[in-house]
């Protein structure tokens, strides 16, 4: 709603990298709305890490709780 207020999506990108350099899983998540569906698309190609895992517009608010619940 805000996008001064958005943190970039190449900070994502990197930070996405660096954890996954580190051994950590990511999980993506999102909606399946085209805007988020454009967020996520520059962090697919990071998709050959095998621990990047894209699960946006496919869980529900009681799965995101369990996610969120469980990550690190």
Same mark, same amino acid.
């Given at each position: 709603?805000?996008?001064?207020?958005?943190?970039?999506?190449?900070?994502?990108?990197?930070?996405?990298?660096?954890?996954?350099?580190?051994?950590?899983?990511?999980? %993506?998540?999102?909606? *399946? =709305? &085209? #805007?988020?569906?454009?967020?996520?698309?520059? !962090? %697919?190609?990071?998709? *050959? =890490? &095998? #621990?990047?895992?894209?699960?946006?517009?496919? !869980?529900?608010?009681?799965?995101?709780?369990?996610?969120?619940?469980?990550?690190?």
């Amino acid at each position: 709603m805000w996008p001064y207020k958005q943190w970039p999506v190449a900070h994502f990108r990197t930070l996405a990298g660096e954890l996954l350099a580190r051994g950590v899983q990511v999980v %993506l998540t999102g909606s *399946a =709305a &085209p #805007r988020d569906r454009e967020c996520i698309a520059p !962090l %697919l190609d990071l998709a *050959a =890490a &095998p #621990r990047l895992l894209d699960v946006s517009g496919r !869980l529900d608010f009681n799965q995101l709780v369990t996610l969120f619940g469980q990550a690190a």
